[in-house]
């Protein structure tokens, strides 16, 4: 399993070397574009709309818009500084709560932890202690130059880190529109969908559940693979450089010229009279 970061997990005075691997992956899949005449893949380029053309990745510089068509520009050696100033702190848990106590909008990506060299003990210690007091530690950690809100929390024998979203960054309820405030329901209809909600409870058996619509999608893509309904795509042209240009202008200026040049005047054969007159 790919390692995506090493660091160190602490908690007192307790640390933990770990490195920490991503727990799930997007199975979604990715469609091209083509062009619908000649069937090639459509390609997104960086372009200037003032200049008019292509903008090469070492011309580009990052900024934030802080007002429509404001910018501050961000050089490179600020954000690279702050990264690692950021980066170079350990991971350390500042407090421990209850799961249930964090709702699940705050919730974010799934990483797996495993003990880096020498952490194998440190790393069963507070796995233990998290198991035998039901508690989850709250931290703080930076991935992909991100300063992240975290949880640790244990998934089958696992340690698990989960990025959770600071309270800023959950929308409020309040903004959500045309939810009522009340509703008018009778009790019979109340009992109705609790008995409905009663029948249809079980325990939570994720193997279950599948994506009915990317098996379809997989499916078929496979049926039309072996039907060979299959479509390649067209190269782009190379267009001949400006040498090459210029000798075919040439050769067709040479070629021209041959043709418009006058052919040299033949001189007259002289007749057989005048050959005898000559003679005579």
């Known amino acids: 399993m790919h390692t995506m970061w090493k660091g160190t997990i602490s908690f007192g005075l307790v640390n933990i070397p770990v490195k920490m691997h991503a727990a799930t992956e997007n199975k979604d899949i990715s469609l091209r574009q083509l062009h619908k005449e000649c069937e090639s893949p459509i390609k997104y380029e960086k372009v200037c709309p003032v200049c008019d053309r292509k903008v090469e990745n070492d011309e580009i510089v990052k900024a934030y818009e802080y007002a429509k068509n404001k910018f501050v520009k961000l050089d490179e050696e600020d954000l690279k500084a702050l990264k690692q100033e950021q980066g170079d702190k350990a991971v350390e848990i500042m407090d421990f709560v209850k799961l249930d106590e964090i709702d699940p909008v705050y919730f974010e990506k799934s990483y797996y932890l495993s003990p880096n060299e020498g952490g194998g003990k440190a790393y069963g210690l507070l796995r233990t202690a998290l198991e035998e007091t039901g508690k989850i530690g709250v931290a703080k950690m930076m991935i992909r130059s991100k300063e992240q809100l975290a949880v640790i929390r244990i998934y089958q024998n696992t340690l698990v880190v989960e990025t ?69 795509g067209k190269e782009r042209k190379q267009e001949p450089d400006n040498v090459a240009n210029l000798m075919d202008a040439l050769q067709a200026s040479l ?11 033949q001189p007259k054969r002289k007749t057989t009279a005048s050959k005898k007159k000559a003679t005579s």
């Open 164 to 232: 959770i979203h600071y309270p800023d960054e959950v929308r409020n309820t309040q903004d959500v529109p045309n939810v009522p405030e009340k509703t008018n329901v009778n009790k019979k209809e109340i009992d109705t969908a609790k008995m409905l909600i009663e029948q249809l409870t079980t325990t939570f058996d994720p193997e279950k559940y599948n994506d009915a619509y990317r098996t379809a999608l997989l499916e078929l893509i496979e049926e039309r693979k072996n039907k060979e309904q299959v479509v390649s």
């Open 255 to 265: 070629d021209k010229a041959k043709k418009d040049k006058p052919k040299p005047k």
